[in-house]
């Protein structure tokens, strides 16, 4: 799978995309993550790649033509099966669509700064739009290192033990039961005896229990749906 990030601040990506399992990935050669720097397209001596909005109001807006360029020549070497931009008005991400995504060839993400961006891009260029949350951040960045790190634990491959990113929290609509580690008591504090049994099916049945348990606890709305 390729993903091409389209930026303005290349920097707010580096760290998150080169550690654990993403730059796994990536060493392994089943990812491979392009971040471009939209500056470069932009004209003039100064690069300009923003402008002040019509009709006024404050902030800048990000200019159609050095993303338009950039996303045209990412077009010209290859197909993408989708061009995402990350919004805050965007469509709520959450693990189905993460799994979905995770099975494309190319996808290209878009990450907006400023006020926002032209949005002839958005009409004319963009096929989908994604929000990680209802909360505000100052571009999508960090938005994008999200969805990529969630996208990657799942494409086929990358997590060696295959049952592992399948027992994540949300892949079976449930929260994931507690896990614990050496030692068997720290403080007076036991690990739960039927994990020591060593009786794999009335494990299975616990860890079952506790999901379900958790979830009606902590995340009710996630049994409505
Ligand atoms: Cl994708 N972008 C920004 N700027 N803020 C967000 C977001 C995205 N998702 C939640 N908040």
């Given at each position: 799978?390729?993903?091409?990030?389209?930026?303005?601040?290349?920097?707010?990506?580096?760290?998150?995309?080169?550690?654990?399992?993403?730059?796994?990935a990536?060493?392994?050669?089943?990812?491979?993550?392009?971040?471009?720097?939209?500056?470069?397209?932009?004209?003039?001596?100064?690069?300009?790649?923003d402008?002040?909005?019509?009709?006024?109001?404050?902030?800048?807006?990000?200019?159609?033509?050095?993303?338009?360029?950039?996303?045209?020549n990412?077009?010209?070497?290859?197909?993408?099966?989708?061009?995402?931009?990350?919004?805050?008005?965007?469509?709520?991400?959450?693990?189905?669509?993460?799994?979905?995504l995770?099975?494309f060839?190319?996808?290209?993400l878009?990450?907006?700064?400023?006020?926002?961006?032209?949005?002839?891009?958005?009409?004319?260029?963009?096929?989908?739009?994604?929000?990680?949350?209802?909360?505000?951040?100052?571009?999508?960045?960090?938005?994008a290192?999200?969805?990529?790190?969630?996208?990657?634990?799942?494409?086929?491959?990358?997590?060696?033990?295959?049952?592992?990113?399948?027992?994540?929290?949300?892949?079976?609509?449930?929260?994931?039961?507690?896990i614990?580690?050496?030692?068997?008591?720290?403080?007076?504090?036991?690990?739960?005896?039927?994990?020591?049994?060593?009786?794999?099916?009335?494990i299975?049945?616990?860890?079952?229990?506790?999901?379900?348990?958790?979830?009606?606890?902590?995340?009710?709305?996630?049994?409505?749906?």
């Open positions: 799978m390729r993903i091409d990030i389209l930026t303005l601040l290349p920097e707010l990506l580096e760290s998150p995309l080169c550690h654990s399992i993403v730059k796994r990536q060493d392994k050669g089943q990812v491979a993550i392009h971040v471009h720097n939209i500056r470069d397209y932009g004209k003039g001596d100064y690069r300009q790649v402008d002040y909005a019509f009709g006024g109001g404050a902030g800048m807006v990000m200019q159609i033509e050095p993303v338009f360029t950039l996303i045209e990412l077009k010209a070497e290859r197909t993408y099966d989708e061009i995402i931009y990350l919004t805050p008005d965007g469509e709520r991400l959450a693990q189905p669509m993460v799994n979905h995770s099975i060839t190319n996808i290209m878009l990450c907006g700064h400023y006020k926002g961006i032209d949005h002839r891009i958005r009409e004319h260029l963009i096929t989908r739009e994604i929000s990680i949350g209802d909360y505000v951040l100052s571009g999508g960045e960090l938005a290192a999200v969805l990529v790190d969630a996208i990657v634990r799942v494409v086929p491959g990358v997590i060696s033990d295959e049952t592992s990113a399948l027992t994540d929290s949300f892949q079976d609509g449930l929260l994931a039961p507690p614990y580690t050496r030692p068997e008591e720290f403080n007076g504090w036991r690990v739960p005896e039927v994990l020591l049994s060593g009786n794999h099916k009335l299975a049945e616990w860890q079952e229990e506790q999901a379900l348990e958790r979830t009606k606890l902590l995340r009710p709305d996630l049994l409505e749906e």
